[in-house]
């Protein structure tokens, strides 16, 4: 619930906790700050704070990629540069490959929301969980994209059957004809 963290790890407030002599201070200390933010920010900024806090947890597509972590030196890399030059921080056509993930993640997160056409009980147990997942990241700690790894399996699962009846959907339906005249292409029902 830190503004500063957008809902993620705060080491100052991790410090601070840790100040504590005791597990019950650490406790009564935590609960006065949670009682505090949640009186700051009100209804209306609290319910913001969740959409900023939900925006991070989804919106990147390399999923925190090179966002934390040193475990990168540019010296002695020399095997694999072509490959390299793709997911290293100092690579030629890392921005390729960042573009390529987030157009794919772009394309999972749609095949989600067409995966509202499978009325299967299978299916709506993965969007619950997904929703349980994001749900989960919104209050603890989240704030990062890398959270949702964990749930890709059940990510991954929901966006091709999404697709598969987003296809289904386009094939029993003509959803583009032509009425009269070729110059007017029109989008509905026959």
């Keep these: 619930m830190n503004k500063q963290s957008t809902g993620g790890y705060s080491q100052v407030d991790y410090e601070y906790s840790i100040s504590f002599p005791t597990l019950k201070q650490q406790q009564k200390w935590n609960m006065k700050v949670i009682r505090q933010r949640l009186g700051n920010f009100g209804i209306f900024g609290y319910a913001g704070f969740l959409i900023k806090k939900n925006y991070t947890n989804t919106s990147d597509g390399t999923l925190g990629w090179l966002k934390e972590g040193q475990f990168f030196s540019k010296s002695n890399y020399d095997h694999y540069h072509f ?84 296809n289904a959907l386009i094939r029993a339906k003509k959803w583009l004809h032509y009425h009269g005249d070729e110059r007017y292409l029109f989008l509905g029902w026959k």
């Design 83 to 166: 490959i390299r030059t793709f997911f290293y921080p100092y690579g030629s056509n890392l921005r390729i490959s960042s573009t390529i993930s987030q157009i794919i993640w772009i394309t999972m997160f749609a095949g989600i929301l067409f995966s509202f056409f499978d009325k299967s009980m299978i299916m709506r147990i993965l969007r619950m969980s997904v929703f349980g997942a994001i749900l989960y990241l919104l209050i603890f700690e989240g704030g990062r994209s890398r959270y949702l790894i964990q749930f890709l399996p059940m990510i991954s699962t929901l966006a091709v059957v999404g697709w598969h009846e987003f």
